[in-house]
């Protein structure tokens, strides 16, 4: 059983020059994340002014991509399916809060990504982690980070392989696993620099060489950080094989019914025929 080409329809449409801003965005993403081991020591002075430059830098960047990606195709239709979900996934995430790993966010952020297009999936990753920062009072040099990463799980989700039935929840499931374990890889490395004491052996120390700064932000991830990002996964391993059948059906309902990028077409009104031209 194939899925109708109907519901293959993205939500938001990427036009090629927001592509390439969002191949760029990634670029830039990944020297915000792994500036550690590229940046060479006392090129910003201290070791807390790069975070902060990327992370101002982020916001700029997730800015230009979202309005791109407005640029190039999102109706009203998609702007209220947008709202709403990420009113939701605000309103759930607090439910886990990260405590012992569980969060509630990437589930609704997977599903929605891989029905509603990568488009969809990126900037609902943005506003739901935005709008639950508001909420929780979580905002933060660590927000851009986060709304960053959530928008790369969301968007890679829509750009996973086709598959139908029981395949595609399994196919899910396993990348809502890896994405636990992805996002607090990366998200440990916007704050491992000056977390840690510096005389300790797993601490970053500037000058070090790749495979030794390497090496010890390994040791650093396992030792403070692995429990927590298995109980993320597993979260969202659990949420998606239970529910996610169901709620794939609802929003693919939803999205047939809305049909995003249907063409609209503004007919003149006929005009009533007056009494004279009806004799």
Same mark, same amino acid.
């Given at each position: 059983?194939?899925?109708?080409?109907?519901?293959?329809?993205? =939500?938001?449409? !990427?036009?090629?020059?927001a592509g390439? !801003?969002?191949a760029?965005?990634?670029?830039?993403?990944?020297?915000a994340?792994?500036?550690p081991?590229?940046?060479?020591?006392?090129?910003?002075?201290s070791?807390?002014?790069?975070?902060?430059?990327? *992370?101002?830098?982020?916001?700029?960047?997730?800015?230009?991509?979202?309005?791109?990606?407005?640029?190039?195709?999102?109706?009203?239709?998609?702007?209220?399916?947008? *709202?709403?979900?990420? =009113?939701?996934?605000a309103?759930?995430?607090?439910?886990? +809060?990260?405590? /012992?790993?569980?969060?509630?966010?990437f589930f !609704?952020?997977?599903?929605a990504g891989?029905?509603?297009?990568?488009?969809?999936?990126?900037?609902?990753?943005?506003?739901?982690?935005f =709008?639950?920062?508001?909420?929780?009072?979580?905002?933060g040099?660590?927000?851009?980070?986060?709304?960053?990463?959530? +928008?790369?799980?969301?968007?890679?989700?829509?750009?996973?392989?086709?598959a139908?039935g029981?395949?595609?929840v399994?196919l899910?499931?396993?990348?809502? @696993?890896?994405?636990?374990?992805?996002?607090?890889?990366l998200?440990?490395?916007?704050?491992?620099?000056f977390s840690?004491d510096?005389? @300790?052996?797993?601490?970053?120390?500037?000058?070090?060489?790749?495979?030794e700064?390497?090496?010890?932000?390994?040791?650093?991830?396992l030792?403070?950080?692995?429990?927590w990002?298995t109980?993320?996964?597993?979260?969202?391993? !659990?949420?998606i094989t239970l529910?996610?059948?169901?709620v794939?059906?609802?929003?693919?309902?939803?999205a047939?019914k809305?049909?995003?990028?249907?063409?609209?077409?503004?007919?003149?009104?006929?005009?009533?025929?007056?009494p004279?031209? /009806?004799?």
């Amino acid at each position: 059983m194939s899925v109708p080409a109907q519901l293959r329809i993205t =939500a938001i449409r !990427i036009t090629p020059r927001a592509g390439v !801003i969002i191949a760029l965005a990634a670029c830039v993403g990944l020297v915000a994340f792994f500036w550690p081991f590229v940046v060479a020591p006392g090129k910003f002075g201290s070791s807390y002014a790069p975070p902060l430059i990327f *992370g101002a830098l982020l916001v700029l960047v997730l800015c230009v991509v979202i309005s791109e990606i407005a640029e190039g195709g999102i109706n009203s239709k998609a702007l209220a399916m947008l *709202g709403v979900l990420s =009113a939701v996934n605000a309103a759930i995430r607090p439910l886990g +809060a990260g405590t /012992a790993g569980i969060e509630t966010v990437f589930f !609704i952020l997977v599903l929605a990504g891989r029905v509603y297009g990568p488009g969809f999936g990126f900037t609902l990753g943005c506003t739901s982690l935005f =709008a639950s920062a508001l909420i929780t009072g979580g905002v933060g040099p660590w927000m851009p980070y986060q709304m960053f990463g959530c +928008a790369f799980v969301g968007m890679l989700a829509g750009l996973l392989p086709r598959a139908t039935g029981r395949r595609e929840v399994l196919l899910l499931a396993v990348y809502g @696993s890896l994405s636990g374990y992805l996002f607090g890889f990366l998200l440990n490395l916007s704050f491992w620099p000056f977390s840690l004491d510096p005389n @300790s052996s797993i601490a970053y120390l500037p000058g070090l060489p790749f495979t030794e700064q390497w090496q010890r932000y390994i040791a650093f991830d396992l030792a403070t950080s692995l429990g927590w990002d298995t109980g993320r996964a597993v979260t969202n391993f !659990i949420c998606i094989t239970l529910a996610g059948p169901a709620v794939l059906t609802v929003f693919r309902r939803a999205a047939r019914k809305a049909r995003f990028q249907a063409p609209v077409r503004f007919a003149a009104r006929p005009s009533p025929r007056s009494p004279d031209t /009806a004799r």
